[in-house]
């Protein structure tokens, strides 16, 4: 399970040590099993009776709060109790309850009590509803409060116009990533340079970079190349790796715009490693080093295509290493280098850039707040998460300005990933796609004037300016048995776009609900070390 399981055994000085085994909190109607944990550790006495005796808050009935058990070492005492109905006002969230065991030796007297404290939840569910929205002029939706069976309905409505203003989280993660060979300190460094070329781009202030780490990182990175190839995991190493000078050849450009050039003599070699080992061919069926992955190999060749080092024949070639969706898309990212280079493409390439759309079209997946991509079932490549190929297809998308209805639910969804899961270049990949959606889409928005109205209603519930992309307003309004409720206008007076999430809030009677998971159970184990 989510927590993992030990067994071992640990020898104990107290005599007599007892342990609740009980659910973290309780709700009205449950029916369970209180129980304790016994043990004992008296070398004259190997078994004796113990009485156990629980001591319950009102409303908690069990048939005996008294039981007698056998027990030499250890032992399990559970009490079967149902948890009344009665007497509790469905508008409290919760009240405290205590409860307590206490243990007796018939034949020593040892002798042990413990109380406990836990919430006691009242027998309602709450339950969610909830739409994101991209409000463009005027929009409206309809909300229905279940007016039969809800005690409370609440509608929550935040506008906001950034979905990419903490990007500092994505820095965060690399650096937790960084255990200190060449990819993950040049992963980390990269990400705050994307951070700082954002900010700058802004106008906005950002924390000073520090020039230690990052040339200290720069000559680490010097230090893991490879004379006459390219660069490596480690320095000092014997052997190149082609993902690696993959990445470092890619972001060379902003290193050195923020005055952290690497060598530029590595770099030229570096280039010409990458061109020569490109369409190099390896047998998969056995283990070998030099294989390259599809993904790698199309991120390489775009990378070249970028430099100039890369021909039509040579990204028609490459045509048979697009297994992958994520190497299909670094494949049109090259496609498009060479188209903006003025290079003449294939008529078969021009038919491929369409069905390679096409395709990326067919693989998204759309649910109400979200969009992303992932790759089929059958491909997995170790640098793959569903984040990163999102981010790079995005990244696409918005250069090619497609799939406009979908964007701000793709940018939502990188937005709002669970970052504590990404690898470092994950991270930065969706840094950077999200910096970009800022610039291009978000920050033309500043100064949006909002207003927020119930339908059917004259004054407006909210209004105002959303003056940089940090600004939100959030406002809650109570719809507990309102018949004239039927949802809410959202406008943006000066055609200045902002997002809208909504949300409803019911609280249902629990036997109105289908069952559903109640409680959460963690059954200990504790002991007392020597």
């Known amino acids: 399970n989510n927590f993992g399981s030990t067994e071992q055994s640990v020898k104990t000085k107290l005599p007599l040590l007892i342990s609740e085994i009980v ?109 994101f929205l991209r409000i463009e002029d005027l929009k409206s939706i309809k909300i229905k409060p279940d007016l039969a069976r809800a005690i409370t309905s609440k509608v929550l409505v935040k506008v906001f116009l950034s979905l990419a203003e903490r990007l500092d989280n994505f820095v965060d993660v690399t650096e937790h990533r960084n255990y200190g060979c060449a990819e993950q300190r040049f992963s980390h460094s990269t990400s705050i340079l994307m951070q700082k070329q954002f900010d700058n781009r802004l106008g906005r202030k950002s924390p000073a970079i520090s020039r230690i780490k990052l040339n200290e990182n720069r000559e680490y990175i010097e230090k893991s190349f490879v004379n006459g190839g390219g660069f490596a995991f480690w320095k000092n190493a014997e052997r190149a790796d082609f993902w690696v000078t993959t990445q470092i050849l890619e972001f060379a450009d902003l290193w050195k715009e923020f005055g952290a050039e690497i060598d530029s003599q590595k770099i030229e070699t570096s280039v010409a490693w990458l061109d020569n080992q490109l369409l190099q061919k390896c047998d998969w069926k056995r283990f070998d080093w030099n294989c390259i992955s599809d993904s790698t190999r199309q991120n390489a060749a775009y990378v070249l295509a970028k430099r100039g080092k890369l021909s039509a024949e040579e990204l028609n070639e490459l045509a048979i290493y697009t297994h992958s969706l994520e190497a299909k898309v670094w494949w049109l990212k090259s496609a498009r280098a060479l188209k903006e280079a003025k290079v003449y493409l294939r008529e078969s390439d021009e038919r491929r850039i369409k069905n390679f759309w ?30 990163r190929l999102t981010a790079l297809i995005f990244e696409e998308i918005l250069i090619e300005d497609k799939l406009q209805n979908y964007q701000h639910k793709v940018a939502r969804y990188l937005s709002e990933t669970k970052i504590k899961n990404l690898s470092g270049n994950s991270a930065f990949r969706v840094l950077q796609t999200l910096g970009q959606y800022a610039a291009l889409r978000e920050a033309q928005n500043l100064g949006s004037e909002y207003v927020v109205n119930i339908l059917e209603e004259p004054e407006p519930l909210k209004k105002g300016y959303l003056e940089n992309l940090g600004s939100e307003f959030e406002v809650e309004t109570d719809v507990t048995g309102d018949e004239t409720f039927t949802g809410l206008q959202f406008e943006t007076k000066n055609e200045k776009p902002f997002y809208a999430d909504i949300q409803l809030k019911e609280t249902f009677p629990a036997d109105q609900i289908s069952p559903v998971s109640r409680g959460f159970w963690l059954d200990r184990e504790i002991y007392a070390l020597e």
């Open 23 to 131: 659910p973290n909190f309780f709700q009205m109607g449950d029916q369970l099993d209180m129980g304790l944990l016994i043990r004992r550790n008296v070398p004259l006495v190997k078994e004796e009776k113990v009485r156990v005796q629980v001591q319950l808050p009102q409303g908690f009935e069990t048939e005996t709060k008294s039981k007698e058990v056998t027990i030499s070492e250890e032992g399990r005492v559970f009490f079967p109790v149902k948890i009344s109905e009665k007497n509790f006002d469905l508008k409290k969230d919760f009240e405290n309850v205590k409860f307590g065991f206490s243990v007796v030796g018939e034949t020593t007297g040892l002798q042990d009590t413990i109380i406990l404290e836990r919430k006691l939840f009242p027998p309602k569910v709450e339950m969610t509803a909830a739409e």
């Open 358 to 387: 096409t395709e990326i079209q067919l693989h998204l997946n759309a649910r109400d707040r979200y969009v992303f991509w992932e790759e089929d079932k059958n491909y997995w490549s170790f640098y793959s998460q569903n984040e």
